[in-house]
């Protein structure tokens, strides 16, 4: 009898052990098959299958890529699913890969702040290999969108360092950019020069490396690459190559070469600002457009600052070659009521005295000139005595001359040409966005659009021509390079082409998609 139960016994237990080591077999069969789902890409299914798995075994891999499933899915409750999960099992290999597909949703919604919080969460040590560099450009990409730029520098850095891959050349690009808006044009270009080593980045860093090239003045330099570039550049491109094309040769003195490229920019009244119009009248003056000058400077709406100083001293000049010379007297005297250049505050205010008492007979302009710049030096120039004599006693008689003021006064001798000593007004650098860059992964090949955005892309510092000059009575001089923003200046273009700032040429707030994920 006892042996019976035994018999019945053993039989049990031997069925009941094949069963559950069958069990485990299928469990194991089903997980390798969900781990393979999950590597090419099948996150469904594979998903479903370690959902299985964890409901019916506890295992905590199969519950990590559960996890992961849902969160490379961005299926509906995927965050509150990952988050209970590192709730559950803080030590899970599984976390930092948690974290950074979590991060990436984050970065492919624009949401970078997010972002940076969850970049911060990944152990990059205990990251795969294959994700290390995906993750280390990323990163430093939503601190640059964030706007912590030392951050963002420290760490696109350390992506340079890594072994080469697919982000290497946009690190770099990005270092190239950073280094630009912040005009450290020199540095800026060694990183343009080491990203155009990739296809992907090779025309957009030819571009910017003869931006950086224009900003560090060094025209030859863009007459030499940038007409190449013009050639082949999309259409967007080509009309800011126009401007800083016209501009270099505007400061190498040709000036009808500036004006052949000015033309082929291709403004409009709806899309040119203050600046445009401001560099527009430049080219004008300096080509002997008086009036298309006239029309450029007067729809700047505001000529209070630096800049505009600098174009109502232009602006009266332009009215005296047209023989408007009562608008020409407004236009010396708003120039002569802003201190921001000291050489062409008091040039405006004598030539402004000279026409009021050409026009008016009113000597006390010249009185107020006379008292507030009488402890100057003027070599070459009859005595003030003698000048305020001569004013109060001359006669109507006017002589028509060929020099800036048409009808010069008789006995005054034409004013010396301002000095080259335009203000340094700091500007703000140019960057077109977005720059594709094609990302290659084992699987396919994906476009993604990448350039930093949170910094206006639409301004450059534009400088002058270093051309010869001719004093207002037409005798030639020498024009001597200067330290100031405003290399040189002369009487037929005395702005010499300078802006603040280049009109933007993107949208305010483009819509730009994020780098490729792979």
Not at 131 to 150: H, I, N, Q, R, T
Not at 160 to 178: C, F, N, Q, V
Not at 483 to 496: G, I, Q, V, W, Y
Request: aromatic fraction near 12%; include cysteine.
């Amino acid at each position: 009898m006892k042996s019976k139960l035994a018999a019945v016994l053993l039989a049990a237990l031997s069925i009941g052990f094949g069963t559950a080591l069958e069990a485990q077999e299928t469990r194991q069969d089903e997980y390798r098959l969900a781990t393979e789902l999950y590597e090419h890409g099948m996150f469904e299914r594979a998903g479903s299958i370690f959902g299985d798995i964890y409901a019916g075994s506890g295992d905590v891999m199969a519950g990590g890529y559960e996890a992961l499933c849902a969160v490379r899915l961005q299926e509906r409750g995927n965050e509150t699913l990952a988050d209970e999960y590192v709730r559950t099992h803080p030590y899970s290999s599984l976390l930092p890969q948690i974290h950074f597909y979590k991060a990436l949703n984050c970065f492919d919604a624009q949401d970078y702040k997010s972002a940076v919080a969850e970049f911060g969460k990944v152990d990059g040590k205990r990251l795969p290999s294959g994700l290390v560099a995906e993750y280390s450009f990323k990163e430093a990409y939503s601190y640059f969108e964030e706007g912590l730029l030392v951050k963002a520098r420290s760490l696109f850095e350390k992506a340079d360092k890594m072994p080469h891959s697919d982000y290497t050349a946009p690190s770099r690009y990005s270092l190239g950019y950073i280094n630009y808006s912040e005009k450290n044009f020199d540095e800026a270009y060694d990183w343009f020069e080491k990203a155009a080593r990739d296809p992907r980045f090779a025309e957009m860093s030819a571009y910017y490396m003869t931006e950086c090239r224009f900003m560090k003045k060094d025209y030859s330099y863009v007459l030499k690459n940038g007409l190449t570039l013009f050639d082949n550049a999309p259409q967007e491109r080509q009309r800011h190559l126009a401007r800083i094309i016209s501009e270099s040769y505007l400061a190498k003195g040709d000036t009808e070469k500036a004006k052949e490229y000015y033309d082929r920019i291709g403004n409009t009244d709806r899309d040119m600002d203050r600046d445009d119009y401001f560099y527009a009248g430049s080219v004008l003056y300096a080509t002997g457009d008086y009036k298309g000058a006239i029309d450029n400077f007067s729809l700047m709406k505001d000529r209070t600052d630096s800049i505009g100083q600098i174009a109502n001293y232009s602006l009266a000049y332009s009215y005296i070659q047209t023989g408007n010379k009562v608008a020409a007297l407004d236009a010396f005297k708003d120039a002569s009521q802003r201190s921001f250049n000291p050489d062409i505050e008091e040039d405006a205010h004598f030539n402004y005295a000279k026409l009021s008492f050409d026009l008016n007979h009113n000597p006390s302009v010249f009185n107020e000139y006379l008292s507030r710049y009488s402890d100057k030096k003027k070599e070459s120039w009859m005595t003030f005595s003698d000048l305020r004599n001569d004013l109060l006693s001359t006669t109507n008689e006017m002589l028509v001359s060929e020099a800036p003021c048409a009808q010069a006064i008789t006995l005054i001798p034409l004013r010396p040409n301002v000095p080259n000593s335009f203000p340094a007004i700091p500007g703000v650098c140019f960057m077109f966005s977005p720059t594709t860059a094609m990302v290659a992964s084992p699987l396919s090949a994906c476009m993604g659009n990448m350039a930093p955005v949170s910094i206006s892309f639409a301004n450059s510092l534009l400088s002058t021509s270093t051309a010869s000059a001719a004093s207002w009575s037409r005798t030639p001089i020498d024009v001597e390079f200067s330290d100031e923003a405003c290399d040189t200046m002369n009487t037929l273009m005395p702005l010499s082409a300078r802006a603040v700032k280049m009109r933007r040429f993107t949208p305010m707030t483009p819509t730009i998609d994020r780098p490729a994920t792979v």
